[in-house]
């Protein structure tokens, strides 16, 4: 009888606590769904206004927390030696009195139709007499709970407080306090297994009476460990609610691992020091950031800004006191001293220097003085110059900001024949970026190339696919070009060029009543990439891409002028591009490319579409082993297609990283291609036989990129209509190679 009263009131119990545990995740969900209601109703669409902020930025350990012991002590028969392995007592010494980085920001931001324009009006970058004005257009902390997705950092992750992003996390009331604003619950959440590549968690504060969010807190622990904080109130005379100050902290976390921060890459790994034993100053470094949002204003118009990000000219020229106003903390003494010392470390170390040198060399130039060294003008190699050394150069900003000086000299060792160029530019207006040049250039170029103007300013220090082309014309031109970005977001192209195209191969172009192995052509090109995702930065000497975005949308029209210092040759050709890039949360990554294009009248092979084609037509498979290329077909082999209307379609799905070993993680990549194309008159071209993909060109394959020190191997499967009899024929094996350059 007791057992069976025991086993009543444990089952009557567990029933109450299994109806409590429902009712409490029911009282949670009614809570969170009231949330999310609020948060879609302060959607920042919904109204136009503006604000300022003040944000300081340091680099830092606590002194504390640093030991600072001798750490070896020899002795002998002899004497007595103390060795101070002194990494972390200098350390100590350096960071008692300063901090390793500092920055502080005045900006004030606009908000018109849900877009977001930031003016710069203060700027101080310690040690820093040029502010490096890339590491200002980074987002490191959400400023609109409202939104899908959130970034903090380079995480990307589902908004917990959304109808989609709900479903993803785990949520618990934990707390009931009682403020001057009321009643709140905090609210803990936690991102469900397996949905994001990193644990996501955290808390909200939320106000009873309204459900608005007065406090977020989001910790990230991965690579690194990362915690936000946000404090939101009431403005606007009480009508909206928005962030009042954020704050950010970072510290080491799983490993030794590279960090995107301030658009430059910090890695949390042992600084060096000359003794054998090493102090990890990453165990004791943290990245702060503090921001403090002041004079919302809901009732004045927002001026209209061009860039989404403009620095004031006179920005840097701050006085010191102007920050002091702005700045709810005062700085202390370390953050002082700072600004003192590293003036002194900056110029002694050279570093402003070295930063200058990176610039460059992201883009392809070696500074020497006012002269750039071109990078991509030093080596090259093909199957028809075979090695082609070369200088290239040009004056830069040293010399002037309004006017340069650019040319380079080639010399091919396998046919023996000298190239050049020589030419200069003029700034017509730093507002726009926008840039008149004149040059003439003897040299040769491949036949049927898909290369579109807006592709001539990208730096490739590697370009493997021309190792194995034959068949190129030497062109002598001259050429008038103008490029601006007066549109925002939409760089613009003009050329006109007048060329005499001498084929490096049997090959004869033919018309009515004419025929050309030799030929002149006057060509106009104007050329448009709209990037309208991206985050461009206006300087006050330039203009920047501080956030590149996708898609890249390229259109390019170009009109061969009969008789204008040519010959009675005339034809229209329209290019278009499309380059998309869909980073997911899992952080795998899948890129589109779709590309097409079309030529009217009689148009000579040199000026149609090859596809980019890179195999060679050799038997055996490993005779075949060349090096793939991002976007061109690897199974295609060279001068096996051609075209006088075309489109193709590239798409690839980037996994994580494969941990095989410590050293060894590759990226597995996973790649489908196909191509069409025709060609109405193939007859009017002698010399060189081919076909055309009018049924449809197929190849599939997979990558493994970076296997080691940037080397990887692929292989493609040709497969379709245009599939070879002998299996391994349709098979491309190919290595790679990976430098990441910035770009």
Same mark, same amino acid.
């Given at each position: 009888?007791?057992?069976?009263?025991?086993?009543?009131?444990?089952?009557?119990?567990?029933?109450?606590?299994?109806?409590?545990?429902?009712?409490?995740e029911e009282n949670t969900q009614k809570l969170v769904t009231n949330i999310i209601r609020i948060q879609n109703n302060n959607n920042l669409k919904a109204t136009d206004f503006s604000y300022s902020f003040y944000e300081k930025s340091i680099i830092s350990a606590h002194p504390d927390s640093i030991s600072a012991r001798i750490d070896t002590i020899f002795k002998n028969k002899k004497k007595t030696k103390f060795i101070i392995d002194s990494s972390s007592y200098k350390f100590k010494k350096i960071i008692t009195k300063q901090h390793v980085?500092?920055?502080?920001?005045?900006?004030?931001?606009?908000?018109? +139709? *849900? $877009?977001? =324009?930031? &003016? /710069?009006?203060? %700027?101080?970058?310690?040690?820093?007499?040029?502010?490096?004005?890339?590491?200002?257009?980074?987002?490191?902390?959400?400023?609109?709970?409202?939104?899908?997705?959130?970034?903090?950092?380079?995480?990307?992750?589902?908004?917990?407080?959304?109808?989609?992003?709900?479903?993803?996390?785990?949520?618990?009331?934990?707390?009931?306090?009682?403020?001057?604003?009321?009643?709140?619950?905090?609210?803990?959440?936690?991102?469900?297994?397996?949905?994001?590549?990193?644990?996501?968690?955290?808390?909200?504060?939320?106000?009873?009476?309204?459900?608005?969010?007065?406090?977020?807190?989001?910790?990230?622990?991965?690579?690194?460990?990362?915690?936000?904080?946000?404090?939101?109130?009431?403005?606007?005379?009480?009508?909206?609610?928005?962030?009042?100050?954020?704050?950010?902290?970072?510290? +080491? *976390? $799983?490993? =030794?691992? &590279? /960090?995107?921060? %301030?658009?430059?890459?910090?890695?949390?790994?042992?600084?060096?020091?000359?003794?054998?034993?090493?102090?990890?100053?990453?165990?004791?470094?943290?990245?702060?950031?503090?921001?403090?949002?002041?004079?919302?204003?809901?009732?004045?118009?927002?001026?209209?800004?061009?860039?989404?990000?403009?620095?004031?000219?006179?920005?840097?020229?701050t006085n010191p006191a102007f920050f002091n106003t702005i700045a709810n903390d005062t700085l202390d003494n370390r953050s002082q001293n700072t600004y003192q010392a590293l003036d002194s470390l900056v110029t002694a170390t050279k570093i402003e220097k070295k930063i200058y040198f990176g610039k460059k060399l992201i883009n392809g130039r070696i500074p020497f003085g006012f002269i750039?060294?071109?990078?991509?003008?030093?080596?090259?190699?093909?199957?028809?110059?075979?090695?082609?050394?070369?200088? *290239?150069?040009?004056?830069?900003?040293?010399?002037?900001?309004?006017?340069?000086?650019?040319?380079?000299?080639?010399?091919?060792?396998?046919?023996?024949?000298?190239?050049?160029?020589?030419?200069?530019?003029?700034?017509?207006?730093?507002?726009?970026?926008?840039?008149?040049?004149?040059?003439?250039?003897?040299?040769?170029?491949?036949?049927?190339?898909?290369?579109?103007?807006?592709?001539?300013?990208?730096?490739?220090?590697?370009?493997?696919?021309?190792?194995?082309?034959?068949?190129?014309?030497?062109?002598?031109?001259?050429?008038?070009?103008?490029?601006?970005?007066?549109?925002?977001?939409?760089?613009?192209?003009?050329?006109?060029?007048?060329?005499?195209?001498?084929?490096?191969?049997?090959?004869?172009?033919?018309?009515?009543?004419?025929?050309?192995?030799?030929?002149?052509?006057?060509?106009?090109?104007?050329?448009?990439?709209?990037?309208?995702?991206?985050?461009?930065?206006?300087?006050?000497?330039?203009?920047?891409?501080?956030?590149?975005?996708?898609?890249?949308?390229?259109?390019?029209?170009?009109?061969?002028?009969?008789?204008?210092?040519?010959?009675?040759?005339?034809?229209?050709?329209?290019?278009?591009?499309?380059?998309?890039?869909?980073?997911?949360?899992?952080?795998?990554?899948?890129?589109?490319?779709?590309?097409?294009?079309?030529?009217?009248?009689?148009?000579?092979?040199?000026?149609?579409?090859?596809?980019?084609?890179?195999?060679?037509?050799?038997?055996?498979?490993?005779?075949?082993?060349?090096?793939?290329?991002?976007?061109?077909?690897?199974?295609?082999?060279?001068?096996?297609?051609?075209?006088?209307?075309?489109?193709?379609?590239?798409?690839?799905?980037?996994?994580?990283?494969?941990?095989?070993?410590?050293?060894?993680?590759?990226?597995?990549?996973?790649?489908?291609?196909?191509?069409?194309?025709?060609?109405?008159?193939?007859?009017?071209?002698?010399?060189?036989?081919?076909?055309?993909?009018?049924?449809?060109?197929?190849?599939?394959?997979?990558?493994?990129?970076?296997?080691?020190?940037?080397?990887?191997?692929?292989?493609?499967?040709?497969?379709?209509?245009?599939?070879?009899?002998?299996?391994?024929?349709?098979?491309?094996?190919?290595?790679?190679?990976?430098?990441?350059?910035?770009?």
């Amino acid at each position: 009888m007791r057992i069976l009263f025991v086993f009543l009131f444990l089952y009557s119990f567990g029933g109450m606590a299994q109806k409590n545990t429902s009712k409490q995740e029911e009282n949670t969900q009614k809570l969170v769904t009231n949330i999310i209601r609020i948060q879609n109703n302060n959607n920042l669409k919904a109204t136009d206004f503006s604000y300022s902020f003040y944000e300081k930025s340091i680099i830092s350990a606590h002194p504390d927390s640093i030991s600072a012991r001798i750490d070896t002590i020899f002795k002998n028969k002899k004497k007595t030696k103390f060795i101070i392995d002194s990494s972390s007592y200098k350390f100590k010494k350096i960071i008692t009195k300063q901090h390793v980085y500092q920055t502080e920001k005045v900006s004030t931001i606009s908000i018109v +139709k *849900g $877009k977001k =324009k930031e &003016n /710069i009006i203060g %700027l101080k970058m310690a040690g820093l007499k040029q502010p490096v004005y890339e590491l200002l257009g980074q987002e490191f902390m959400p400023f609109d709970l409202s939104k899908k997705q959130l970034k903090i950092l380079q995480f990307t992750f589902q908004n917990p407080f959304t109808t989609e992003g709900s479903l993803k996390y785990k949520f618990e009331i934990t707390d009931t306090i009682i403020t001057e604003k009321g009643k709140e619950i905090v609210v803990q959440f936690e991102s469900k297994k397996n949905i994001f590549k990193n644990k996501i968690k955290g808390s909200v504060t939320v106000n009873l009476k309204t459900f608005s969010i007065t406090k977020s807190t989001f910790f990230i622990n991965s690579i690194i460990n990362v915690k936000t904080e946000t404090v939101f109130s009431w403005v606007n005379n009480g009508k909206s609610w928005f962030p009042i100050s954020q704050s950010l902290l970072v510290t +080491k *976390g $799983k490993g =030794k691992h &590279n /960090i995107d921060f %301030l658009g430059e890459t910090i890695q949390f790994d042992n600084m060096t020091s000359t003794s054998s034993k090493k102090y990890d100053y990453s165990n004791d470094l943290y990245v702060k950031i503090n921001r403090d949002f002041t004079e919302y204003n809901f009732i004045e118009k927002p001026k209209k800004q061009h860039y989404q990000i403009h620095i004031d000219k006179s920005a840097t020229k701050t006085n010191p006191a102007f920050f002091n106003t702005i700045a709810n903390d005062t700085l202390d003494n370390r953050s002082q001293n700072t600004y003192q010392a590293l003036d002194s470390l900056v110029t002694a170390t050279k570093i402003e220097k070295k930063i200058y040198f990176g610039k460059k060399l992201i883009n392809g130039r070696i500074p020497f003085g006012f002269i750039d060294v071109r990078a991509r003008d030093i080596f090259k190699f093909n199957n028809y110059e075979g090695f082609r050394l070369g200088l *290239g150069l040009s004056t830069n900003d040293r010399l002037s900001p309004y006017f340069k000086l650019f040319g380079y000299g080639a010399y091919g060792t396998k046919d023996g024949v000298f190239k050049s160029q020589l030419g200069s530019s003029f700034r017509l207006s730093k507002n726009t970026d926008t840039w008149v040049s004149g040059s003439f250039t003897d040299d040769i170029t491949e036949f049927a190339d898909l290369t579109l103007l807006a592709d001539n300013k990208r730096f490739k220090l590697l370009d493997p696919r021309p190792f194995n082309i034959s068949t190129f014309y030497n062109h002598q031109s001259y050429e008038l070009t103008f490029e601006s970005k007066f549109i925002s977001k939409i760089e613009t192209f003009f050329k006109i060029n007048r060329s005499r195209i001498n084929p490096l191969f049997a090959y004869t172009f033919v018309k009515p009543n004419e025929a050309y192995k030799v030929y002149n052509l006057t060509l106009a090109s104007l050329s448009f990439e709209w990037s309208p995702n991206s985050k461009f930065l206006k300087a006050p000497q330039e203009i920047l891409e501080v956030e590149k975005g996708f898609p890249k949308v390229i259109l390019q029209v170009s009109h061969a002028i009969p008789n204008v210092l040519s010959d009675n040759i005339e034809f229209t050709k329209i290019d278009a591009r499309i380059y998309q890039e869909k980073k997911h949360l899992s952080g795998q990554k899948t890129t589109f490319l779709l590309q097409g294009g079309i030529s009217l009248g009689n148009t000579p092979l040199s000026h149609l579409y090859s596809v980019a084609p890179n195999n060679l037509d050799r038997e055996a498979i490993l005779s075949r082993i060349t090096f793939a290329n991002k976007t061109s077909f690897e199974t295609m082999y060279f001068n096996e297609f051609y075209s006088d209307r075309y489109s193709l379609f590239q798409l690839k799905h980037y996994f994580n990283k494969l941990q095989i070993s410590k050293s060894i993680k590759p990226t597995l990549i996973l790649g489908s291609k196909v191509a069409f194309g025709d060609f109405s008159h193939p007859e009017n071209h002698q010399g060189i036989a081919f076909k055309t993909m009018n049924r449809g060109f197929y190849e599939s394959g997979l990558e493994l990129q970076n296997i080691f020190k940037g080397f990887g191997l692929s292989t493609y499967y040709r497969y379709g209509p245009y599939q070879l009899e002998k299996f391994d024929r349709n098979i491309a094996i190919k290595l790679s190679f990976t430098l990441n350059l910035g770009n």
